[in-house]
């Protein structure tokens, strides 16, 4: 039987009907619709961006849910699975909790939290690495965790990000001092471009191009490349471009809900590492997210070592205290480790 069937099974025997993101995602779209806060991990481009890479790189398939009581979905999960593996892939920002309807009651959130809990502990495996729950130090559903399993461990790190309902002055003062130079993006040979819906397929072919040369190789399908790109045509993200002498130095792409953005892309041509390209395009990213009144820039979780050789090890620490650096908010979270 497939965890999808399983899945359905479980909640149909406690009176909820289920229905699968892939077979409707005009309702998961409704009831994005009403949340007042949208994560940009619950859309229905990045987890069709997701669908696609994590399937041809990776072997997992989406099982996304909606949960229905009587004649309203009291929550969705976005979430994927590798059969082959019998594990669930839930990693760095794009799988947290439910995301409940906004007005549940807080005894029907515990109760459907305990539910969908005890639902995975008992008909799926997990590897150290990955972390089913992101939550806050206080939270309630730790209390869960223990009362299923006495013996789980946790893991705990920083996730990083710019609140950009405040004013940019005010932002600018809380980055890291050496950074500040950069804000104005006034320097000589460099050239700050911004695209949306106005990207044309030559930039974004330009910065495909940069991806797979600093990279080494193609490091994913060039489906998930065209999924970026109609997302840029379609406005659901933006993304950021730095020239030098007219030549495409660094790029950064960023995914977006109408309340949060989240810094997906980048890539910087060594040769031009003295220019500071990435502190420019951050700069100018912050500035957007508060144009567009985005509540939230969410520049990812702080890295924590693991068996990754030392040349990655390092790229990854640097980039982790280059994020630092921009950050207005540190919040600190607990990864349940399976």
């Not at 998961?28 to 991990?41: A, D, G, Q, R, T």
């Not at 109760?111 to 690495?129: P, R, W």
């Not at 992101?134 to 869960?144: A, T």
Request: with cysteine; net charge positive.
């Amino acid at each position: 039987m497939t965890l999808s069937r399983t899945i359905s099974d479980y909640f149909s025997d406690r009176g909820y009907k289920v229905t699968f993101r892939d077979d409707d995602k005009k309702k998961w779209l409704n009831f994005l619709n009403k949340k007042e806060i949208i994560k940009f991990s619950t859309t229905n481009y990045w987890l069709d961006y997701q669908k696609e890479y994590l399937s041809q790189e990776l072997d997992f398939q989406e099982i996304s849910f909606m949960v229905n009581n009587s004649n309203n979905i009291d929550f969705i999960l976005p979430i994927f699975y590798s059969q082959k593996q019998n594990k669930l892939l839930l990693r760095d920002n794009f799988y947290e909790l439910p995301i409940f309807r906004d007005g549940l009651n807080a005894n029907q959130i515990k109760e459907y939290s305990f539910d969908v809990l005890k639902f995975f502990f008992n008909n799926t495996k997990y590897q150290k690495s990955n972390s089913l729950l992101k939550l806050d130090e206080d939270n309630e559903i730790i209390k869960m965790i223990e009362e299923i399993n006495p013996r789980m461990n946790y893991n705990y790190f920083n996730e990083y990000s710019v609140n950009t309902c405040l004013d940019f002055q005010e932002i600018k003062k809380q980055v890291r001092k050496s950074y500040k130079q950069f804000s104005n993006n006034k320097f000589k040979d460099v050239e700050i471009r911004e695209y949306d819906k106005n990207i044309d397929e030559k930039t974004w072919l330009d910065f495909k191009r940069l991806h797979i040369k600093v990279a080494g190789r193609q490091t994913r399908s060039d489906k998930t490349w065209n999924i970026q790109y109609k997302n840029l045509k379609e406005n659901s993200s933006f993304f950021i471009a730095a020239y030098v002498n007219d030549i495409l130095a660094a790029g950064a792409y960023f995914e977006k809900s109408i309340s949060e953005c989240y810094y997906s892309v980048s890539v910087s041509d060594e040769k031009y590492s003295d220019f500071k390209l990435m502190h420019m395009i951050l700069f100018v990213s912050i500035k957007k997210c508060i144009s567009l009144k985005i509540l939230k820039l969410n520049l990812g979780d702080e890295y924590i070592a693991s068996d990754l050789n030392s040349v990655d090890e390092i790229k990854l620490k640097n980039i982790s205290f280059f994020k630092k650096g921009f950050s207005t908010n540190i919040d600190k979270k607990i990864g349940v480790i399976f």
